[in-house]
């Protein structure tokens, strides 16, 4: 069955250090990947994604992340952390028939 | 271009009741999902819809149902409100060609039911 694992529900990191987020899935074929942000009260806004060619996909935000077939693994990057990138972060994955499959979500706190 | 509006943004039902609940798509877009949103839970795919026809359907009980108009704009509806239907819902809406495309989502409608 696909499904896609955040294994960290909430992480904390000091401003201007580095930040990984961890996303695994599993999906039969070639997946279609997407890393979203939400803010508090708000909706999700796209981050990055990746469905072809290089595997490190830049973002916006100075965001990135690798795509690594053989792990089944898409982690999100991010050199240096600013105070305002604090917000719940949402691996998904695009499956059949239009349906895209969402993780649990990892909360990110920034330490001032 | 106006984001994907969803109305209303808050609603505090009882325990029995039915609720509606609208999303106004970005203009051009044809698809519009709906997800469940609560703590630990991530996103739950409700249902999706193109063209005023239901392409896909995640695992909820019937009492949660949709619709789609010919303008594109979408309601969901809820009957027989239970404890546990208490969450964000979110809609989004995309193009509806392929699932490499971008999903813009609006801000929810959170949903109490006491």
């Known amino acids: 069955a696909q499904s896609v694992t955040q294994p960290d529900i909430h992480i904390t990191v000091s401003e201007g250090a580095s930040l990984e987020l961890r996303c695994n899935y599993s999906?039969?074929?070639?997946?279609?990947l997407f890393w979203y942000v939400q803010s508090p009260g708000q909706g999700l806004q796209l981050l990055l994604k990746?469905?072809?060619?290089?595997?490190l996909v830049q973002g916006i935000k100075g965001f990135e992340a690798e795509f690594k077939r053989s792990q089944s693994s898409f982690n999100l990057r991010k050199p240096s952390v600013h105070w305002s990138d604090a917000a719940e972060y949402f691996c998904?994955?695009?499956?059949?028939?239009?349906?895209?499959?969402f993780g649990t979500g990892t909360r990110l706190k920034v330490l001032a | 271009k106006a984001g994907v509006t969803q109305t209303p943004r808050y609603l505090i039902k009882t325990r029995g009741q039915q609720v509606t609940l609208s999303c106004s798509p970005i203009s051009g877009h044809r698809s519009v999902s709906w997800y469940q949103q609560t703590p630990g839970q991530g996103l739950q795919f409700l249902f999706e819809y193109f063209s005023e026809t239901q392409r896909n359907k995640g695992n909820f009980p019937g009492r949660f149902s949709g619709r789609q108009f010919s303008n594109s704009r979408s309601e969901m509806n809820v009957s027989t409100l239970e404890l546990g239907d208490s969450a964000l819902y979110l809609c989004?809406?995309?193009?509806?060609?392929?699932?490499?495309?971008?999903?813009?989502f609006g801000s929810g409608t959170q949903l109490s039911v006491l």
């Open positions: 989004a809406s995309s193009l509806g060609e392929a699932t490499n495309e971008k999903l813009f």
């Open positions: 998904a994955v695009g499956a059949w028939s239009y349906k895209y499959i």
């Open positions: 999906y039969g074929a070639t997946p279609y």
């Open positions: 990746y469905f072809s060619g290089d595997t």
